[in-house]
Each structure stands twice: as C-alpha cells, then as structure tokens.
Nanobody, 123 residues
Framework: QVQLVESGGGLVQAGGSLRLSCAVSRRTFSTNRVHWFRQAPGKEREFVAVIRWNGSGTYYADSVKGRFTISVDNAKSTVDLQMNSLKPEDTAVYYC????????????????WGQGTQVTVSS
C-alpha cells in the first residue's frame, strides 16, 4: 500500500511563500496522478492542483492559478507545491493524494491520502 507524507507547512505572513513536499513510498507509474487538496476549518476539502507522475497534466484550481506551481522531483520521489503570494484565505491543512487514472476534484473518489500539513497565513 502506498504511503504519502507531506512536509513543509508552517506560519507565514501574507505575500510570503512556502514549499510543500509530498513523499511517495512506492514506485509510481506515469499514469498515476498526485493531487493536492486543502481543508480549512469548517469547510469541505477542496481541490488545489494535480500532476501526472511523468510531470505532465498539470491543472490548478482558479483560486491558486498563477500563484502555486506543482512539480515532480523524480530523484526524491516527491511532488512539490510551491506557493507564492500567499493570502490569509490559503490557510488550511494541505493534503496530497494519489489516484490511478484521470484526475478528480472530488476527494471522495480518492483512497490514498497523506496525513496533512498545516499552512497558516497571517494578515
């Protein structure tokens, strides 16, 4: 069974940057897609970004487009999320998730999740 471990969260001021990393424990295939989701207190888990393990097929939520960049580091077996120009509304627990096949914005369709990492953006 695959294990996903997120790291890189923390506290940052508005306008700042953070880089999240998702370490994947097993060999993946080019058709696998790694998603990032986030969940703020009292809100549903929402899609942030997705990428195929071969580095293609990137897609972003409108709320983060132009500010966040998702990428694959094959040497480290990680999927990273570079977050720039952070806003207080980006505050949430960020989760990575692995799915075979097409990407989805519906978290109920994904069974492999990491434990999450907290991102807090102060105003």
């Amino acid at each position: 069974q695959v294990q996903l471990v997120e790291s890189g969260g923390g506290l940052v001021q508005a306008g700042g940057s953070l880089r999240l990393s998702c370490a994947v424990s097993r060999r993946t295939f080019s058709t696998n897609r790694v998603h990032w989701f986030r969940q703020a207190p009292g809100k549903e888990r929402e899609f942030v970004a997705v990428i195929r393990w071969n580095g293609s097929g990137t897609y972003y939520a409108d709320s983060v487009k132009g500010r966040f960049t998702i990428s694959v580091d094959n040497a480290k077996s990680t999927v990273d999320l570079q977050m720039n120009s952070l806003k207080p509304e980006d505050t949430a627990v960020y989760y990575c998730a692995l799915r075979d096949g097409s990407f989805t914005k519906d978290p109920r369709l994904i069974s492999s999740w990491g434990q999450g990492t907290q991102v807090t953006v102060s105003s």
